[in-house]
C-alpha cells in the first residue's frame, strides 16, 4: 500500500491509527484471497454510511428551513447517491491506495465506482472511530459544502437550463453558451465536465456521466450563483 501520508494531506485529518485507514482501503477482494487473516471494509462502510446520512440531515436541516421533509429528503437522497459518493472517491485518488486481490486489480477494481463509493464510505467510518463525531462531521461538510450551497435550487426545478436560459435572456437576448471541459475515464464509466458562459462570464460548471448530464449540473450551479447573487443583492437594499 503507498505511503498514507500523501492521502491522509489529501482528507485534511491525520489519523492516530492509521490501521483505521488501512482497513477501510482494504477491498473484501484482498480478504478473501487471503483468508480469515485480513479484515475488510464492509463494516467500515457500514457505519460511515450512517455517520455520513447523520451529517448530512443534521446540515440540511439547519441549512434549509424552507424545505419540507419531501423536499429535504430528495436532496439528501442527490448528495448520497452511488455516483456521487463515487466522485468523492475519485478526487481523493483513494484508487491509489486499495487493496485489493490480483484478480480484482486485473479487472479495473482500481477505478470501479463501487470500489470508489464504498472505500470513501469506509474513509468517513475511520475517521469516526479515530476522531470522534466532530471530526467525522468537519470532514464531509468540507467533501460536500460545494453541493450544500447549490441545494437551494435543486428540489424545485424539473428544467435547469430552460430557466437559466430564461433567466438570462431577461436581462439580454444573448443565450448562455455550454462548453465540454473534460471527458475522462473509460468508455463504461465515462465523467464528462463541462461549464455554461454568459457574456463571455462563467457562471457554473459541472460534472456528469454523460454530456446532457454534466450540462444540467452546470445550469444548476450557475442558478445557484445567480440566486447567491441575488439574495446578496436584496440583502444590501434592504440595510
Not at 42 to 60: H, I, K, N, T, W
Amino acid at each position: 500500500m503507498p505511503d498514507l501520508e500523501v492521502l491522509q494531506q489529501r482528507l485534511g485529518y491525520t489519523f492516530r491509527d492509521v490501521a483505521l485507514l488501512e482497513l477501510a482501503l482494504t477491498h473484501p477482494s484482498a480478504a478473501h484471497e487471503r483468508g480469515a487473516v485480513l479484515q475488510h471494509n464492509q463494516r467500515l462502510e457500514f457505519l460511515g454510511d450512517a455517520v455520513l446520512q447523520l451529517v448530512l440531515s443534521a446540515e440540511l436541516y439547519l441549512r434549509f428551513a424552507g424545505f419540507c421533509e419531501g423536499a429535504l429528503t430528495k436532496a439528501r437522497a442527490k448528495l448520497v447517491n452511488r455516483r456521487m459518493l463515487a466522485e468523492h472517491g475519485r478526487q481523493l485518488g483513494l484508487g491509489e491506495f486499495l487493496l485489493l486481490s490480483r484478480g480484482e486489480e486485473s479487472q479495473g477494481g482500481r477505478t470501479r465506482a463501487s470500489s470508489m463509493a464504498d472505500a470513501f464510505e469506509a474513509v468517513i467510518g475511520a475517521v469516526f472511530l479515530d476522531g470522534g463525531f466532530e471530526a467525522a462531521r468537519a470532514f464531509v461538510l468540507r467533501r460536500f459544502n460545494n453541493a450544500l450551497e447549490q441545494l437551494p435550487v435543486l428540489p424545485t426545478i424539473e428544467n435547469p437550463k430552460g430557466e437559466l436560459q430564461e433567466l438570462l435572456q431577461a436581462q439580454s437576448s444573448e443565450p448562455p453558451q455550454y462548453r465540454l471541459v473534460s471527458a475522462t475515464g473509460p468508455d463504461h464509466d465515462r465523467l464528462f465536465e463541462c461549464t455554461v458562459e454568459h457574456a463571455g462570464v462563467e457562471l457554473g460548471r459541472g460534472r456528469g456521466k454523460s454530456k446532457k448530464e454534466a450540462e444540467t449540473a452546470a445550469a444548476v450551479a450557475a442558478l445557484a450563483l445567480l440566486r447567491q447573487k441575488t439574495d446578496a443583492s436584496s440583502s444590501s437594499q434592504a440595510k
